[in-house]
C-alpha cells in the first residue's frame, strides 16, 4: 500500500524521516569519506529530538539560504520555538547571522521594507533595494532589519549537501525521489549497495567532484566575471579520477571552450575543448581548425570521431564536415497531403499506412530501449563499480554514459549468445515482462511495451533481426536513446518496417540520420514517409 495519499497530508515524521534514512545511511556506508564537520552534522541531527528533526527536514528543502522566523509554520513541528532552540544549539541553525544585505531585503515586501526605511525611493523592489544597499551599510540594514523581523540561516545545508551528493551519487538527486517512491508511483529494482558500486571510492573522488560543481557553477556566470575563465582549465589540468568526475569535467571544459570561442580566444579555447572528452569538444575543435586553415587537423580529427564518436549528433557532424562525404543517405517516400497538414502527422501517417492490412504503433525510441532493458535486465542492473549509490535508481549512474557496454563487456557477451539461441530472446522478452512488470526502469515504459506489441512482434519480425537491433542498442545507448523512427508497422509475417514520419516543413535531424544509417546496415527495413501539401 502506498505510504502517501495525494489528498491527504503525509504522517507527521515522513519528512524526517527521510532525512534520517538518507543520512543513516551516508554514515554507514559512506562514513569514512565524510570530512569531521560532517560527521558532526550528521550525528547531531540524528541525536537531535523528534520536533527539531522534523523542522530542520523542512528547513533543509528551503531554495532561500535564510528564512523569516515568522514563516515557519508546520504542524508537525509542534513548539516551533522550542525546536529552533535546540537546532540553534546543536549547531544546525544560527539566528539573525551576517548576510548580504540585498539578500536579506528581499525577504521583506515592500510596505514593510518602506516603513523601515521610508528615506529610500526605488520604483519596483529590485531598484528599492539597490538604492537602500547604495544608502547604508550592510550592518545597519542587517540590525534594522532583525528589529522587524528576525531570520535564521541553515548553518547545516552545506553538510546536509555532501550526504545527498553521497547518497544520490551527483548533485542532480533530492528528497523527492522519496515522495515519487511512497506515492506508489515507481516501484524499483533491488540491486547490491555496498562500497564497489558507490561513484566516489575515496574522499579525494568526491572532493574532486564537488570541484567539477563549484567550477560549473562559475563558469554559467563567466559574462558577468570574464576574469573567472582564465583559471578554469588550469584547475582541471589533472587527468579525471572517476568517470563521475570525467564528465562534471567536460561540461566545465565545454562550456568554457566555447565562451573563448565566441569572444575570438581561439587558442584558449582550443586548449578547453582537447581537455575534455565529450561532444561537442571535438566538433568545435574541428570547426575553429578549418577557421584557422589546419585542414590536416581538421582530417585527423575526423577520422578520430567515425572511428569512435562520442555521440550521434558528433559523428553526424563528422560526416556532413568531411570534403570526402561518403555513404548512402536514407530511403525516401513521398504522399500528397489532401488538405491541411494534421496536427498529429505521425497518427495520420499510421492510418494511411495500415488501412488495408496490418497493424502499427507510434513509439519512437521506447521500442528499441524498451526491448533492450528486457533483454538485459540483469546486466543492467548488474553490480558494477560506480553504478549504484541508493535504492532509488531507475538504472546504473552510468546508462548513457559512453562506456556504459565497455564495463559490462563479459556480461552483455554472455547474454547475447544466450539470446542468439534458438527461443532464447523470446523466453527472455516474455519472462522478464512478467516477472519485472512496473518495476522502474530507465529503459522500459510499461504502457507502451505491452503483451499486444510483444506478441506482434515476435510472432511477425524475423527473431534475428529483433536480436540484431537490441545487440546494436545496448552497446550504443546513449546514442540510442533519440532519433529512432517514429512508427513500427507490421502488416503480417515477415513483413513489417520502419517509418520516420515528416511534414511539409520538417527536416530529419541528426540524431535521426544516423538511426536511419544504422538500421540499414543492420539489414533492418526503414525509411522516411515525407507528407508535401497539395496543390
Not at 166 to 191: N, T, W
Amino acid at each position: 500500500m502506498p505510504e502517501l495519499d495525494p489528498d491527504r497530508p503525509p504522517p507527521a515524521d515522513y519528512y524526517a524521516r527521510n532525512v534520517r534514512f538518507l543520512l543513516d545511511d551516508v554514515r554507514q556506508r559512506s562514513g569514512e569519506l565524510l570530512s569531521e564537520g560532517e560527521r558532526r552534522f550528521v550525528n547531531a541531527y540524528l541525536g537531535a529530538g523528534p520536533g527539531a528533526q522534523r523542522l530542520f527536514a523542512r528547513l533543509v528543502t528551503r531554495r532561500h539560504p535564510w528564512i523569516r522566523r515568522d514563516s515557519l509554520n508546520y504542524r508537525e513541528v509542534g513548539d516551533v520555538d522550542a525546536a529552533l532552540a535546540e537546532l540553534i544549539a546543536a549547531g544546525l541553525v544560527s539566528w539573525t547571522p551576517d548576510a548580504p544585505a540585498d539578500l536579506l531585503l528581499s525577504l521583506f515586501t515592500r510596505a514593510e521594507l518602506d516603513a523601515l526605511f521610508p528615506a529610500v525611493r526605488g520604483r519596483t523592489k529590485p531598484d528599492w533595494i539597490d538604492a537602500c544597499v547604495g544608502r547604508y551599510p550592510d550592518r545597519a540594514i542587517r540590525r534594522r532589519l532583525a528589529v522587524r523581523q528576525p531570520w535564521i540561516g541553515v548553518t547545516g545545508r552545506a553538510g546536509f549537501a555532501v550526504c545527498q551528493v553521497l547518497f544520490f551519487g551527483d548533485d542532480a538527486g533530492d528528497l523527492s525521489r522519496f515522495v515519487v517512491q511512497d506515492l506508489g508511483i515507481l516501484r524499483y529494482e533491488r540491486y547490491p549497495l555496498d562500497q564497489r558500486t558507490r561513484p566516489f571510492p575515496a574522499r579525494v573522488d568526491l572532493d574532486r567532484y564537488l570541484l567539477c560543481r563549484r567550477l560549473s557553477r562559475w563558469s554559467a556566470s563567466l559574462p558577468a566575471a570574464p576574469r573567472v575563465a582564465a583559471g578554469i582549465p588550469d584547475m582541471l589540468w589533472e587527468a579525471a579520477r572517476t568517470r563521475t568526475e570525467q564528465r562534471a569535467r567536460d561540461k566545465v571544459l565545454n562550456r568554457v571552450g566555447r565562451w573563448h570561442e565566441r569572444r575570438g580566444e581561439f587558442d584558449q579555447a582550443l586548449t578547453c575543448y582537447g581537455r575534455a572528452a565529450s561532444h561537442p569538444a571535438r566538433e568545435r575543435r574541428a570547426r575553429l581548425l578549418r577557421r584557422l586553415g589546419d585542414e590536416a587537423g581538421v582530417e585527423t580529427l575526423l577520422q578520430a570521431i567515425q572511428t569512435d564518436p562520442w555521440s550521434a549528433e558528433e559523428e553526424d557532424f563528422a560526416r556532413r564536415f568531411s570534403r570526402r562525404r561518403r555513404g548512402a543517405g536514407p530511403l525516401f517516400s513521398t504522399c500528397v497531403l489532401g488538405g491541411p497538414t494534421p496536427a498529429d502527422i505521425e497518427g495520420h501517417a499510421l492510418r494511411e499506412l495500415t488501412a488495408n492490412v496490418g497493424r502499427g504503433w507510434h513509439l519512437e525510441n521506447l521500442l528499441p530501449l524498451g526491448l533492450t532493458g528486457l533483454a538485459f535486465w540483469d546486466e543492467i542492473f548488474a553490480p558494477v563499480a560506480g553504478a549504484f549509490s541508493n535504492p532509488f535508481q531507475l538504472g546504473p549512474q552510468d546508462l548513457f554514459w559512453p562506456d556504459f557496454a565497455r564495463s559490462r563487456r563479459g556480461l552483455l557477451d554472455a547474454r547475447l549468445a544466450a539470446l542468439a539461441r534458438e527461443g532464447g530472446l523470446e523466453r527472455a522478452l516474455r519472462g522478464t515482462w512478467a516477472a519485472k512488470r512496473g518495476t522502474a526502469n530507465r529503459l522500459v515504459h510499461w504502457g507502451a511495451i505491452t503483451p499486444e506489441l510483444l506478441d506482434s512482434l515476435l510472432g511477425n519480425v524475423p527473431h534475428h533481426a529483433l536480436l540484431r537491433l537490441v545487440a546494436h542498442t545496448v552497446r550504443d545507448l546513449g546514442r540510442c536513446r533519440t532519433g529512432f523512427p517514429d512508427l513500427l508497422v507490421v502488416y503480417g509475417r515477415g513483413a513489417w518496417e520502419l517509418v520516420e514520419v515528416k511534414g511539409p516543413n520538417d527536416q530529419l535531424q541528426p540524431a535521426q540520420r544516423t538511426w536511419l544509417r544504422r538500421l540499414g546496415e543492420l539489414g533492418l527495413p526503414a525509411r522516411v514517409l515525407r507528407f508535401r501539401a497539395g496543390c
